[in-house]
């Protein structure tokens, strides 16, 4: 069974510091995304890759930035949090070449509080 | 995928009745229309998609349909049991990341 793990399930931060969600699969999966989750508005993607040291920016990429060093791992960098970035955030991945349409894979997510 | 209009936001139904939730497309380059489950406090998991190239896709209780010209896609539960109390999103793409609705609360009522 596929496994997407993100590092925390809760966490709380200051106004300003440089936060790091990480998320890993262990499916060798080439498609790795971050999307947040907010009451009445759905799931709206941040920044996606399709390969390794590849990324592209989503719907919403503001105030945030990726890293993929490593197929297996996919990292959400908030340079500087405030508190409108107060949210739950869904790591996902999917197989397939790029581009394709194929199912997603969730992690069970980070709810993080910025205060 | 642009932009995915979701309806009703939230749905209460008793035990046993059907439910619909119904997404509207406006991109119509769009073939792959997923439907996510996410109950009270886990991750999302699909639960049935369907393609372009067929109109109705059933899977026991749940079925999806696709009106390609109409660019809108329904999800149909039967004989609801209070299980299927989540929250369901539409989902549709061309080739692009998928472009989620806004979610749907469903509530069985026993």
């Known amino acids: 069974d596929v496994k997407v793990t993100q590092s925390s399930r809760y966490l709380v931060k200051r106004t300003g510091e440089k936060v790091f969600l990480e998320c890993v699969q262990d499916?060798?999966?080439?498609?790795m995304f971050w999307y947040r989750q907010d009451p009445g508005l759905g799931l709206r993607l941040i920044y996606f890759?399709?390969?390794?040291?590849?990324?592209e920016k989503g719907d919403i990429p503001e105030g945030y930035s990726v890293s993929r060093e490593k197929k297996e791992r996919f990292s959400l960098i908030l340079e500087s949090a405030s508190t409108n970035q107060t949210s739950m955030y869904l790591c996902?991945?999917?197989?397939?070449?790029?581009?394709?349409?194929?199912?997603?894979?969730f992690g069970s997510g980070t709810q993080l509080s910025v205060l | 995928g642009e932009n995915v209009e979701q309806h009703p936001s939230t749905l209460s139904v008793q035990e046993g009745d059907s439910a619909v939730i119904k997404c509207t497309y406006s991109?119509?380059?769009?073939?792959?229309f997923p439907w996510y489950k996410q109950e009270l406090g886990k991750r999302p998991q699909l639960i049935i998609d369907?393609?372009?190239?067929?109109g109705e896709k059933k899977d026991q209780r749940i079925a999806v349909t696709l009106n390609k010209t109409a660019k809108h896609f329904s999800l149909h539960i039967t004989e609801t049991q209070p299980e299927d109390s989540a929250v369901y999103f539409c989902?549709?793409?061309?080739?692009?990341?998928?472009?989620f609705g806004k979610g749907t609360r469903l509530s069985v009522i026993a």
């Open positions: 369907i393609r372009s190239n067929v």
């Open positions: 499916m060798d999966h080439e498609n």
């Open positions: 890759s399709y390969d390794v040291k590849m990324k």
């Open positions: 991109d119509s380059a769009s073939n792959y």
């Open positions: 996902a991945s999917s197989f397939g070449s790029y581009r394709a349409s194929e199912k997603l894979f």
């Open positions: 989902a549709e793409t061309g080739n692009t990341p998928l472009v």
